[in-house]
């Protein structure tokens, strides 16, 4: 018992000596404790971008697109017609459109049902759930306004109302109704596709920006930096050496996601390879260059790894694995857009899901390369100063 209780101690002595690990021992739930709540705490509201056309032009009409954009949640822009709002909501710019059309307010006014019509952008499975569940329920409260305008003016006529005729008004009367069309291009995209690009993105944080981290703190532990200082081999071909295998575990990573799924769950997606192999590695090498510059960062092999794993694992909510960027707090989104692989993920999944072209997004192809070029530069002179230390 007494040497149980011995090695017990030292144990302890040994974490509590160990201060960066015991830091990410306490500061991990923490920070995930927080973070949960920022997300899923409830008080989020996002905001979702719906374009108009009025063909109608009436005081009703202005009156309901009023409404609509007096709300918190949908962001109204007006529009002239159907082809460019059509175009808008391809090109994943707006998140669903509405069509008013003409005899509107006469149809409503006169007693007889009208509607609108309500094009949804499906290919986010979950965004396109809560827009059809915002447009409804405002449809939905508009039609018991109207139904209450109606009973007002017939409890104002010579001859008093049969209470029961009422009710069967209020259950039945239905002044206003939603069509919903299937917009082509959008409507075969589904929650497995969607998460099959966050599977691979999930590659750029443990398969890269982790296994990078652990390669030269395994170096530090096993006390091989002063024997590849002294090899003729230069820093930066160790270095390069490091980053092909890196690069290969990620490509045996994705490969096997990508077989899982067919499998298993068979998602609807087009793969063109070259654009998909040069996507996934530059997303590799951020997470390759972060995971280098992480290494530099702290002392011991413990705080580096327990650092990795946990902005591995902060990183996973923040560039858009598991649910879009717009469920995320304001103030989280704009971080999102500093991380280079929320580049890597929306293009990846804009290619393979979307079956959008590549060119599409030079600009953020651009952002991406600089991003990798000047991170892994840091990374590589991190790299330079540990072997400098070792002298």
Do not use: C
Not at 18 to 33: D, G, Q, R, S, Y
């Amino acid at each position: 018992m007494k040497r149980i209780v011995s090695i017990a101690i030292k144990d302890i002595k040994v974490m509590l000596r160990t201060k960066e690990m015991l830091f990410w021992n306490i500061a991990f739930p923490i920070i995930m404790m927080l973070l949960f709540t920022a997300i899923f705490g409830g008080e989020t509201q996002f905001t979702v971008n719906i374009g108009v056309v009025d063909y109608d032009h009436s005081n009703l009409s202005n009156t309901f697109i009023d409404a609509l954009n007096a709300t918190d949640v949908m962001k109204i822009k007006l529009y002239e017609d159907n082809q460019t709002l059509f175009d808008e909501i391809i090109n994943h710019r707006l998140n669903a459109y509405v069509v008013i059309p003409e005899g509107f307010e006469e149809n409503i006014t006169s007693g007889y049902s009208s509607y609108v019509k309500v094009y949804v952008d499906n290919s986010n499975p979950q965004i396109a759930s809560v827009v059809e569940g915002l447009l409804n329920g405002y449809v939905q409260r508009f039609n018991e306004e109207i139904r209450n305008i109606y009973i007002e003016k017939m409890g104002e006529g010579p001859v008093p109302l049969d209470p029961s005729l009422l009710e069967h008004i209020k259950a039945f009367g239905k002044p206003l109704d939603i069509v919903s069309i299937p917009v082509k291009g959008t409507e075969r995209v589904g929650y497995k596709e969607y998460m099959l690009v966050g599977a691979i993105g999930y590659g750029f944080l443990f398969s890269s920006m982790a296994s990078a981290t652990m390669v030269i703190v395994n170096e530090k532990t096993m006390k091989t930096i002063r024997r590849i200082k002294l090899s003729p081999t230069s820093p930066i071909e160790m270095l390069l050496g490091k980053t092909i295998t890196i690069l290969l575990n990620t490509y045996l990573y994705v490969m096997i996601v990508l077989a899982v799924s067919f499998i298993l769950v068979r998602p609807n997606v087009i793969i063109q390879w070259p654009e998909f192999v040069l996507i996934v590695t530059l997303g590799a090498l951020s997470g390759i260059a972060i995971g280098l510059i992480i290494s530099i960062l702290f002392k011991t092999p413990e705080g580096a790894s327990g650092a990795a794993v946990t902005i591995a694992v902060l990183l996973q909510f923040l560039i858009g694995l598991y649910f879009p960027l717009e469920m995320l707090p304001p103030f989280l989104r704009q971080i999102s857009w500093y991380i280079p692989m929320t580049y890597a993920t929306s293009i990846l999944r804009s290619i393979t899901v979307f079956g959008e072209s590549l060119w599409r997004f030079t600009d953020s192809i651009i952002i991406l390369f600089a991003a990798d070029v000047i991170l892994y530069t840091i990374g590589a002179l991190a790299y330079k100063l540990i072997l400098e230390k070792e002298e």
